[in-house]
């Protein structure tokens, strides 16, 4: 048997995914992997966010419509977010990437997420219901955009000690 190569990779159910009310069967189908969750939280995804997330992305005709789409614009107030996960294991990349299926819709395996769940908006979108990192360069990068070191248990990035800034925060009243 060879080494495992022990990867992090980004997963986000994405707005169209929580308003089809696909998040159990999504979860069920990444559990065939066997892969660790080391961290989840539903975001409210700012302009800011979309943008860094798909950053190498900023020159595509269809970016702007992507914005909308990741911060769940077209979908109604209750649909403004997406819900955020890592998951940690042996060739984690590859193997929730093959379960998610190919990013357009139409060309996905039919037994894929996006192959099953997916489709193409009238404005040209890929509304594919989940995104999932491609290399281990894009999932440090994204997981290190999405999440605090204190939001994932256990130590996957080094990380260090910082004075907190005296800001206004909320607390539970
Ligand atoms: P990926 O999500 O499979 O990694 P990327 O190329 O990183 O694919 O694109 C990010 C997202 O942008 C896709 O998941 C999809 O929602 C959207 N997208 C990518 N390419 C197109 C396109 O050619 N037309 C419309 N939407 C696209
Ligand atoms: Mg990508």
């Known amino acids: 048997m060879s080494t495992p190569d022990i990867q992090n990779t980004l997963v986000l159910i994405k707005p169209d995914g929580l308003k089809k009310s696909l998040t159990g069967n999504i979860l069920t189908k990444l559990a065939e992997t066997r892969l660790i969750i080391v961290g989840a939280k539903v975001v409210s995804v ?11 992305l900023k020159d ?11 911060q769940g614009k077209m979908y109604g107030e209750e649909y403004k977010r ?35 769940y997916g489709r193409i908006t009238t404005k040209g979108v890929f509304e594919n219901v ?5 290399s281990t ?3 440090e990068r994204e997981i290190k955009l999405w999440f605090k070191p204190a939001e994932i248990v ?13 800001h206004e925060h909320f607390v539970w009243a």
């Open 46 to 56: 700012s302009r800011e966010l979309a943008e860094q997330h798909y950053i190498h």
């Open 60 to 70: 595509k005709p269809f970016f702007p419509e992507l914005l909308n789409y990741i």
């Open 82 to 116: 997406v819900l955020a996960m890592v998951y940690r294991g042996d060739g984690a990349i590859q193997k929730v990437r093959d379960i998610a299926g190919s990013t357009n819709p139409e060309e996905a395996d039919s037994t894929s997420i996006r192959g099953a």
């Open 130 to 134: 989940i995104h999932a990192s491609s």
């Open 137 to 139: 360069a894009d999932s």
């Open 154 to 166: 256990g130590n996957i990035y080094p990380a260090k000690k910082a004075m907190a800034e005296a």
